[in-house]
T-cell receptor, first 111, second 113 residues
Framework: DAGITQSPRHKVTETGTPVTLRCHQT?????MYWYRQDPGHGLRLIHY???????DKGEVSDGYSVSRSKTEDFLLTLESATSSQTSVYFC??????????FGDGTRLSIL | AQSVTQLGSHVSVSEGALVLLRCNYS??????LFWYVQYPNQGLQLLLK??????LVKGINGFEAEFKKSETSFHLTKPSAHMSDAAEYFC???????????FGQGTELSVKP
């Protein structure tokens, strides 16, 4: 949707393992975002990027890191996954003065 | 700090009835406001947006929302509900269109036949 691909779409892993989620866009948009969705909380911003190698923290950034080495890719890494990071993760993109468009999400379960 | 409150985590209406989903925001500056819809196992789709032009905003699928500054509200309405409207709806606020979004908790809309 809107040229955004998230991978993997589903993942089950164990506590303590590293996990990397990928967001790929074909729109050449400047801004990219990672959110997590949990019942009763809506979506909360984890990290965002406003250009290659330019990133900043969001509301719930503890335990997460990101990288953006190319315009089209924005990676979210959980260095050592915990059960509290079980969630659905959404990537979003936007251009200048444009609303955000979302990917289809990655369902991550940490056992 | 900006925040968004959606009144009612679950709303149920009959097919053909009025849909009213409530959203109130707090913002120290004029906000940009959005409504998104999420169907099961899908991402969020933009329904409509308020960007300081007309206060009554029309979106897709027959939805509209009215920005009321005096009430700090941006309620979503649709005159006649359809079964296909069953989904979760999120209100969100930002300082600009492409900026960080602050989401409400979401309202799940059920439509009864």
């Amino acid at each position: 949707d809107a040229g955004i691909t998230q991978s993997p779409r589903h993942k089950v892993t164990e506590t303590g393992t590293p996990v990397t989620l990928r967001c790929h866009q074909t729109e050449n948009h400047r801004y990219m975002y990672w959110y997590r969705q949990d019942p009763g909380h809506g979506l909360r911003l984890i990290h965002y990027s406003y250009g290659v190698k330019d990133t900043d923290k969001g509301e719930v950034s503890d335990g997460y890191s990101v990288s953006r080495s190319k315009t089209e890719d924005f990676l979210l890494t959980l260095e050592s996954a915990t059960s509290s990071q079980t969630s659905v993760y959404f990537c979003a993109i936007s251009g200048d003065n444009q609303p955000q468009h979302f990917g289809d999400g990655t369902r991550l379960s940490i056992l | 700090a900006q925040s968004v409150t959606q009144l009612g985590s679950h709303v149920s209406v009959s097919e053909g009835a009025l849909v009213l989903l409530r959203c109130n925001y707090s913002s120290s500056v004029p906000p940009y406001l959005f409504w998104y819809v999420q169907y099961p196992n899908q991402g969020l789709q933009l329904l409509l947006k308020y960007t300081s032009a007309a206060t009554l905003v029309k979106g897709i699928n027959g939805f509209e929302a009215e920005f009321k500054k005096s009430e700090t509200s941006f309620h979503l309405t649709k005159p006649s509900a359809h079964m296909s409207d069953a989904a979760e709806y999120f209100c969100a606020v930002s300082y600009n269109q492409g900026g960080k979004l602050i989401f409400g908790q979401g309202t799940e809309l059920s439509v009864k036949p």
